[in-house]
């Protein structure tokens, strides 16, 4: 093609190489996909549970049979190591799964004892298309984990994608098309089409994970049309060590939740409280294993590969910096390295001030911030002194007093001894400035649905 036509790029993160030019879609493509996705939702809005789940099984089937292909792409586009993305494509394929097993008794009807002679229930037909704009930390997952309780449902999908994983979001439109045709739609058009595309009366609703901007700028365009929305926004996810807490288990479980992914994860660890008893030992403990952590080409057997792009990278070694500036303490990493790519080691930061930089901004990679609070008290204070409500962990030895704890926690999740996570079994999302709506579990699925209310005389 032309190097002049419209069209994305994709850049290797660990060499900075070009990997390809995607032409974006005209206004006649666009139109076009927008129809396929339509004509197909009415078709498939009336296929059975039973034909729905078969679909969804195959579609299971088809992303194991490209796993290789897939997580080498997503390698490739965003940078993860090639372990978690053969990992990322499994599960998505266990999403389609639950979904086939268990989204027809999601989605019964529910008898309603009105009295009389009356019958009343309640039923949960789709709402029709749904666009899904999607970022690229996940480039198969976080598409799946909305596309699967929505095709369940009997909506089909249009993916905007990030623009750097779109040979991704162009492969899993692939792979889905091959078992039933036009259930997912790609559409390669930038950011400021998604307006125009939310505004089409094709579209019925929209799903959206990204960051704080993106959310307003969804829900502006959302509320302009009426049209509801889930949003997966933000998120600075405490990490709370109460003083009775296994320290060294603490610690381990740390690093997995701080760094897989290199840190780029909405749901993540990114503020670790720790109470003053205890501090100490857990900031040896983290440290030493974060600084353990081996950083290099991601296809190679590394833990952490490079940031998906090099101004992300600045960015967060800018954000280190400030920290700095601010009182923190560099207990390992902290510099970026020479060479190309958008590398960047797991750094972790002590003396972290509640209103330092890493304390109140959410940090988007391998940087963890480390506050020290003296008691149980400060320690939920501190984190719910945030704008952000996604998820969090909570560390102790006394499970009731956790279990207790966790209603004054301001987030969608709370795991206790353990680190955040999304399973398709359980409802994912957040509150406050993390978004609202639920992806996954029996919640999720009833998002893209009209709850309507049947009366038969």
Same mark, same amino acid.
């Given at each position: 093609m032309s190097t002049t036509a419209p069209h994305v790029t994709s850049v290797d993160p660990a060499t900075g190489a070009e990997l390809a030019r995607h032409p974006l879609h005209d206004d006649a493509a666009l139109d076009a996909a927008l129809t396929r996705a339509h004509d197909a939702q009415r078709a498939w809005r009336t296929a059975s549970f039973e034909r729905r789940a078969e679909v969804l099984v195959a579609i299971a089937a088809e992303l194991r049979?490209?796993?290789?292909?897939?997580?080498?792409l997503i390698t490739a586009e965003m940078g993860k190591t090639l372990r978690? *993305? #053969?990992a990322e494509v499994e599960k998505s394929a266990w999403v389609c799964e639950y979904y086939a097993a268990e989204g027809a008794s999601q989605l019964a009807p529910e008898t309603v004892d009105t009295g009389g002679a009356r019958e009343t229930y309640v039923q949960f037909p789709p709402l029709g298309v749904v666009l899904a704009v999607m970022p690229w930390n996940y480039p198969v997952w976080q598409v799946m984990r909305a596309a699967a309780p929505a095709l369940m449902a009997g909506n089909t999908v249009v993916l905007k994608h990030a623009s750097n994983v779109t040979g991704s979001a162009l492969l899993l439109g692939e792979v889905v098309g091959r078992v039933e045709r036009s259930l997912l739609e790609t559409i390669v058009v930038p950011g400021r089409a998604v307006a125009a595309?939310?505004?089409?009366? #094709?579209?019925?609703?929209?799903?959206?994970?990204? +960051?704080?901007? *993106?959310g307003v700028s969804v829900a502006q365009a959302c509320a302009t049309?009426?049209? !509801? +929305?889930?949003?997966?926004?933000?998120?600075?996810? !405490?990490?709370?060590v109460l003083g009775d807490a296994d320290v060294e288990a603490a610690a381990r479980e740390a690093v997995k939740a701080r760094f897989s992914n290199t840190g780029q994860s909405c749901v993540a660890a990114k503020r670790f409280i720790v109470v003053a008893s205890i501090a100490e030992a857990f900031e040896e403990a983290f440290a030493a294993a974060a600084g353990a952590l081996v950083m290099g080409a991601p296809?190679?057997?590394?833990?952490?590969? !490079?940031?998906?792009?090099?101004?992300l990278r600045d960015e967060l070694a800018d954000q280190v910096a400030r920290g700095v500036?601010?009182?923190?303490?560099?207990?390992?990493?902290? +510099?970026v390295p020479d060479g190309p790519g958008a590398f960047y080691p797991p750094t972790v930061v002590g003396a972290v001030a509640p209103d330092s930089p890493l304390a109140r901004e959410e940090t988007f990679g391998p940087a963890a911030a480390v506050l020290r609070v003296p008691?149980?008290?400060?320690?939920?204070?501190?984190?719910?002194? +945030?704008p952000y409500g996604l998820s969090s962990s909570l560390w102790t030895q006394d499970r009731e007093r956790a279990k207790a704890l966790a209603a004054s926690i301001e987030a969608g999740a709370v795991f206790v001894n353990a680190m955040t996570a999304s399973d398709p079994r359980m409802p994912f999302g957040g509150v406050k400035r993390s978004g609202w709506g639920r992806e996954l579990g029996a919640f999720g699925i009833r998002e893209f649905v009209n709850v309507q209310a049947i009366t038969v005389a």
């Open positions: 049979a490209e796993q290789e292909r897939m997580a080498e978690e *993305a #053969r595309v939310i505004a089409d009366d #094709r579209i019925a609703a929209v799903t959206l994970t990204g +960051s704080e901007a *993106a049309a009426l049209k !509801p +929305s889930v949003l997966e926004l933000g998120g600075s996810d !405490p990490f709370i296809r190679e057997e590394v833990d952490l590969g !490079p940031m998906a792009r090099v101004d500036a601010a009182g923190g303490r560099v207990l390992t990493g902290g +510099s008691d149980e008290a400060a320690a939920i204070a501190l984190a719910n002194a +945030s």
